[in-house]
Nanobody, 115 residues
């Protein structure tokens, strides 16, 4: 099982980044997919979730209107589009997969928002 995040980096405030998570080794379409983030000295925070066929999405209040989650079950990928980034969005972002039996985490990708 693998969840491999990519797309992180350094961006100026107000900029955008697109995070991707490539999944393999499990039946991707059977899992609810989420993005979490963890800033230094803070707990892991749920950022966004998307249901198995993508019909329902949910994002944290702190990113509502700026971040969008989507998935492509044919490509086994989940995307987090992040716009209007703020310094407080700086964190390691993790891809997460869950069904009734299993939970998987990616290794994380660093996002730094700074001028």
């Amino acid at each position: 099982v693998q969840l491999v995040e990519s797309g992180g980096g350094l961006v100026q405030p107000g900029g955008s980044l697109r995070l991707s998570c490539a999944a393999s080794g499990f039946t991707f379409s059977s899992y609810v997919m989420s993005w979490y983030r963890q800033a230094p000295a803070r707990g892991r925070e749920l950022v966004a979730t998307i249901t198995r066929i993508g019909g329902i999405t949910n994002v944290a209040d702190s990113v509502k209107g700026r971040f969008t989650i989507s998935r492509d079950n044919a490509k086994n990928m989940v995307i987090l589009q992040m716009n209007s980034l703020k310094p407080e969005d700086t964190a390691v972002y993790y891809c997460h997969a869950q069904n009734s039996f299993s939970v998987y985490w990616g290794q994380g990708t660093q996002v730094t928002v700074s001028s």
